[in-house]
């Protein structure tokens, strides 16, 4: 029986001392090991053997990117606005020694100078460019931190601002400005419409009015055309009916129609002056009407000749 209990004791020592010098190191981790005090060694991930009861594990750290809530706090911009900034840490331990040994809290050291650089990275702007400068504030932190954090073997990564909040009055002026440029954008837009309008309109009427001109000019150079057309046909006809007169009267018997018609206009001429007025006009000698047409018969002779 006292064999049994000596040899459960024994295989419990065993299994003891086993686990104190057998470590199984997790990926992405190293623990940092300590050797009567001291720093000893790095372990890296994977099966390692350290020594019992003089060798301990001192810290564990995970080298994964971590990301780190860093608390809201208040700024005070350049304008002497206050601020509220959110915004996240991520970061990666290097150097586990380091990050051991170079800070007693990394994390409350980092959390600690990312608010301070914040803050004075924030009070040289003003407000409007805070919203504007994100991408500037964020590299600002990180080089600033990455600086420091050389030291406490850490990498910082990235700085993200997560919301920038104005106080409540700062969000209605705010928002009455942007009303205010978005209605003056409007009145912009409408007057811009209004000139382009009457741009247009003028230069409608411009058109309108040369083409009316054009159409004026067309129809008086069709006008002219046609009368000088109707012209050239009545003097056309005119020519025609002379020559057909002056062929007839060469022709046979043509003379004494000449005659004839001239005598007849001649009396009907004198029958008309007769009657104008009240006054009946009669010829002194009415034997002499015979030598009256004679003579304009005598007219007309040279005429037809030529």
Same mark, same amino acid.
């Given at each position: 029986?006292?064999?049994?209990?000596?040899?459960?004791?024994?295989?419990?020592?065993?299994?003891?001392?086993?686990?104190?010098?057998?470590?199984?190191?997790?990926?992405?981790?190293?623990?940092?090991?300590?050797?009567?005090?001291?720093?000893?060694?790095?372990?890296?991930?994977?099966?390692?053997?350290?020594?019992?009861?003089?060798?301990?594990?001192?810290?564990?750290?995970?080298?994964?990117?971590?990301?780190?809530?860093?608390?809201?706090?208040?700024?005070?911009?350049?304008?002497?606005?206050?601020?509220?900034?959110?915004?996240?840490?991520?970061?990666?331990?290097?150097?586990?020694?380091?990050?051991?040994?170079?800070?007693?809290?990394?994390?409350?050291?980092?959390?600690?100078?990312?608010?301070?650089?914040?803050?004075?990275?924030?009070?040289?702007?003003?407000?409007?460019?805070?919203?504007?400068?994100?991408?500037?504030?964020?590299?600002?932190?990180?080089?600033?931190?990455?600086?420091?954090?050389?030291?406490?073997?850490?990498?910082?990564?990235?700085?993200?601002?997560?919301?920038?909040?104005?106080?409540?009055?700062?969000?209605?002026?705010?928002?009455?400005?942007?009303?205010?440029?978005?209605?003056?954008? /409007?009145? %912009?837009?409408? $007057? =811009? &419409?209004? +000139? @382009?309008?009457?741009? #247009?309109? *003028?230069? !409608?009427?411009?058109? /309108?009015? %040369?083409?009316? $001109? =054009? &159409?004026? +000019? @067309?129809?008086?150079? #069709?006008? *002219?055309? !046609?009368?000088?057309? /109707?012209?050239?046909?009545?003097?056309?006809?005119?020519? @025609?009916?002379?020559?057909?007169? *002056?062929?007839?009267?060469?022709?046979?018997?043509?003379?004494?129609?000449?005659?004839?018609?001239?005598a007849e206009q001649y009396v009907n001429a004198f029958g008309n002056l007769a009657k104008a007025g009240n006054t009946l006009i009669v010829p002194a000698n009415l034997g002499e009407m015979s030598s009256m047409i004679a003579s304009a018969l005598q007219i007309v002779q040279p005429i037809v000749r030529k």
């Amino acid at each position: 029986m006292e064999m049994n209990v000596v040899a459960v004791v024994l295989l419990v020592v065993v299994i003891f001392i086993a686990a104190q010098t057998i470590k199984i190191v997790p990926e992405q981790h190293a623990w940092v090991v300590e050797r009567l005090g001291r720093y000893h060694a790095t372990l890296r991930p994977g099966l390692t053997i350290v020594v019992p009861f003089i060798d301990r594990v001192a810290y564990r750290h995970v080298l994964k990117e971590i990301a780190l809530d860093v608390p809201s706090q208040i700024c005070i911009t350049r304008d002497n606005t206050q601020l509220q900034v959110d915004a996240v840490l991520y970061f990666q331990v290097t150097d586990p020694m380091k990050a051991s040994y170079g800070a007693s809290n990394f994390i409350m050291a980092i959390t600690q100078l990312s608010q301070t650089t914040l803050r004075s990275v924030i009070g040289r702007l003003e407000l409007d460019k805070t919203f504007e400068e994100r991408a500037v504030i964020n590299r600002s932190v990180v080089d600033s931190l990455d600086e420091a954090a050389g030291n406490w073997g850490v990498k910082v990564l990235r700085y993200e601002i997560k919301d920038l909040t104005p106080p409540q009055e700062i969000l209605r002026a705010m928002q009455s400005q942007i009303t205010a440029e978005r209605e003056k954008r /409007a009145l %912009i837009a409408a $007057s =811009e &419409g209004r +000139r @382009q309008e009457q741009i #247009n309109l *003028a230069s !409608g009427a411009r058109e /309108a009015a %040369i083409q009316q $001109s =054009e &159409g004026e +000019r @067309q129809a008086a150079t #069709n006008r *002219a055309q !046609g009368e000088a057309s /109707a012209i050239t046909a009545v003097a056309d006809a005119n020519a @025609q009916a002379i020559q057909t007169i *002056a062929a007839a009267i060469q022709s046979t018997g043509g003379m004494d129609a000449v005659n004839l018609k001239i005598a007849e206009q001649y009396v009907n001429a004198f029958g008309n002056l007769a009657k104008a007025g009240n006054t009946l006009i009669v010829p002194a000698n009415l034997g002499e009407m015979s030598s009256m047409i004679a003579s304009a018969l005598q007219i007309v002779q040279p005429i037809v000749r030529k």
